[in-house]
């Protein structure tokens, strides 16, 4: 059974850091990409950013580029979202999400952590 378990969530003052984990167990992922989402209240669930585990080429939406980084540990089995110069719209529930390209090369993620809340107080 894949899980998929984030941790990292809190409350910062705009312009910190905070960095998520997402550990991930239940089967190989080597083939996978695995994507940061975050959804605000009243808003559309939207991509943060991804990273592909095997070659580790990153993709970030335009809101956060140059602000946050993807990363992962293929020893341990964990992706990270390290956030800096946080913003107050950053505020949101914070998913990680495990997916593969499909025919199409569209990615479709199936399996999806609990979320951890992050807020960002200005």
């Known amino acids: 059974q894949v899980q998929l378990v984030e941790s990292g969530g809190g409350l910062v003052q705009a312009g910190g850091s905070l960095r998520l984990s997402c550990a991930a167990s239940g089967r190989t992922f080597s083939n996978d990409i695995m994507g940061w989402f975050r959804q605000a209240p009243g808003k559309e669930r939207e991509i943060v950013a991804r990273i592909s585990w095997s070659h580790g080429i990153t993709y970030y939406a335009d809101s956060v580029k140059g602000r946050f980084t993807i990363s992962r540990d293929n020893a341990k089995n964990t992706v990270y979202l390290q956030m800096n110069a946080m913003k107050p719209e950053d505020t949101a529930i914070y998913y990680c999400?495990?997916?593969?390209?499909?025919?199409?090369?569209?990615?479709?993620?199936?399996?999806w952590g609990q979320g951890t809340q992050v807020t960002v107080s200005s």
């Open positions: 999400a495990s997916g593969r390209a499909n025919i199409f090369g569209r990615y479709e993620y199936d399996n």
